[in-house]
Structure formats: C-alpha cells, structure tokens
C-alpha cells in the first residue's frame, strides 16, 4: 500500500502542477475562455488511464515471465519518472507557458484545441504510467491494499497541488522531488527485484535453489519493503526537518565565527543522527528479515500416508472438493513421497510437493494462495500441475468413479526431476 501511496502521490502532484500552472497562466493572461478546453483534457486523459488500468485488470497475465518483463517495464518508468522530473522541473513552467502561448495565439476554435491537445496528453501520460506501474505493484501485493494506497496517494495529491496553487500551502517544490525521488528509487528497486525474481520462475534467466531462498523470502513480503521504504522516509523526513532548523538558526546567528561555530555543530550532529538512525533501521530490517525467514521455512504441513493398491493410489473425491491443499505420503521404490491435490476450477491439480527450482522443501496454504516454502513465491491455482517456475512437478491422474487415481510409475518418474 505505501508504494501504490508513494508512486499515486508523485505522478499526482507532477500532473496537478502541469494542469495548475495551464490555469493559472491562462486565467492571468485573460483567456479564461480556454479553460474549458483544459479541463475536456484532463477528463478525457483521466478517463483513457482508468480505461488502461481496467485493461490491465480484466486481462490478468498469469505467466510468470511476462509478469516479469511487466515489472522490469514498470521499473524503467518509475526511473525515467524521476529522472525527468528533476531534469525540467526549474524550466517545467516557464517551457508550459511558452508552448501554451503558442496554442493560445491561434485563431478561433484552434486555439481551444490545440489546449486541450496539449493537456490531454501531458496528464495522459502521468495516467498511464500510473495504471502500468500499480497493476506491477499490484503482482507482488494485496490488490485491495494497492487501491487504497492508489486512492489515498491521488487524493493526497489534488490537497498539494489545490493548496500550493491557492497560497495555503507553501510547499518547497525542489525538497518534495529530493525525497520523493530517493524513495521512490527504492520503489523502482523493489519492482526490478520481483521482476528479476519472476524471470527466474519462468527459467527465463538462471536460477538456482540458493539465488531464490535469498530473494523470494523478501520479495514476496511486502513487510521488509514497508519497513526499508518507511525508514527511509522516515530518514529523509529528520534531515529535512534538521537543515531548515539550522537554517533558521543559521540566519538568527549575529556574528561570522557564531556561525562557522554553529556550522561545524551541526555537521556534527548530522552525522550522529545519520548514524544512529542507519543503526536502527539496520536493526529493524534485519529482525523483519529474520521474521520473514522463520516463517517461510516454518514446519511443513502435515500429510496424510496413503498405501498402493495395484500399483495406483486412490483418493477419495469427497475428500478433496473443500478447495484446500491436501498433503500426502506413499511409500515408492524404498522411500516416502509426498504428493500433493488441489481442486482447481476445471478439475484437480495433483503434483508432487516439490519443484525444479526450489527441490523437496514443499508447499503450504496461505488463503487462497499456495506458496513455496522456501522461496515464498505464490503459485496460482489453476496452473498447479502444469510446466515452470516454482509450479510442483506435475503427476498425471484421472478420475475413476467416486476416486482420482495416481500411478506409482508416474510418482516415481516424476521424483527423479526433484534436484538434489
């Protein structure tokens, strides 16, 4: 939530100053007539994003690496987002002024539209970066949470930017992109990560058992990104708040050796504040990651043992339409091995509790969700039984009468692919 927060409240004060500096340039040169022209923009390049972000809600892409290449996508945005920010942000208002008194100057109903062009697409594209970048946000967190957060940032935004363009609200514009900008590199940090994670599923890049226990565990608890966005904020926030009090202690000082006395107190305190603050957060991310740890390598869930009869193992169907995970236990050529059944909208998704990627440490329910044990990742339900990523390695089984049968042949041919 407080990334889809931070990254709404960004593109929605760059947004909010583009359309405020129009107004206010178009109400002082007296052709408040146009104005119109720049709200039909804005409504149209608001209801465009609403329309993409839609989109990308309705077709939900399941594939591990196109979800992948959509976050690394979403995380060149959030960086070119703040690069060009902090590039134009001296010059934005003086180069919306030139261009505007360029559409302005036309005659008739062309000046109108050229306005409302211009409009429409600088808020077009704050729009669509915003819905791309959250529905990335959106694969590595709650969806509920990512609206609340999205809703909240957009709201927070029209506040600062109605205020700042009303005088209520002196807000020192070069030290909001400062501290938005180092955040929100953090956001960008964290999305490139989940997408490199991602291609890893997918066996779109290299990967190993050992490369996904250290980054699935993190990447997949939004807790350890909270705590490091938070502190960081936090961080930020105290050294702002410390240059302005020195600031104003600066010019309060009378003499020149007050003030090189001053300075070098500051300095010094800087510096401890720095460091003590770095400590804290040092220790916090380390007992949330330890936490994060613990839970995902927490016991495995029980199973149930079953014996073959004939060769095949059979489970009973009334047993298995709860919809939850059902763990078990078969003794195949001298060892145990444990499978796993899942009902699925079209059927049953039936496995063994271990994958390619990540070996026999197992799966567990977590909600609605089934998640690896030792890398966190999340699978999705209806593609338990099918090929890649952190998916279990599917065992074939079919139904016959009032149970779903599976051959000893297929478990122990799909346990030689669990890597040692």
Partial sequence: MLSAF?????EGVEAALVVGIILVYLSRTGRQNLTKFAWYGVALASALSLGVAILLERFRISQDGFEGLMLLVASGFVVSMIVWMNRVARHLKKEIESKLETYAARAGSAAGWGIFLFVFLMVLREGAELALILRAVELSTAGLQTWIGTILGIAAAVAVGLFFFKGTLRVPLHRFFSVTSVILMLVAFQLALTGMHELSEAQWLPSSKNEMAILGPIVRNELFFFVFIFGAATLLVLREWQNASHAKAAKEASGEAEKRLLES???R???WMIAAATACLTVILLLTADFIYARANSAPPSAHPVSAVNDTVRIPLAELQDGSLHLYTVPVNGQSLRFLIIK???????ALDA?????AEGYRQDGQNVVCRHCGSAIYVPSIGDQGGCNPIAVPSHPDGSDL???ISSLALASKEIPK
């Fill in 6 to 10: 931070l990254i709404a409240l960004r």
């Fill in 269 to 271: 305190a800087r510096r």
């Fill in 405 to 407: 049968v599976l051959d």
């Fill in 265 to 267: 107190q500051n300095r």
């Fill in 355 to 359: 994958c390619r990627i990540c070996g």
């Fill in 344 to 350: 699925k909208p079209n059927g049953f998704g039936t």
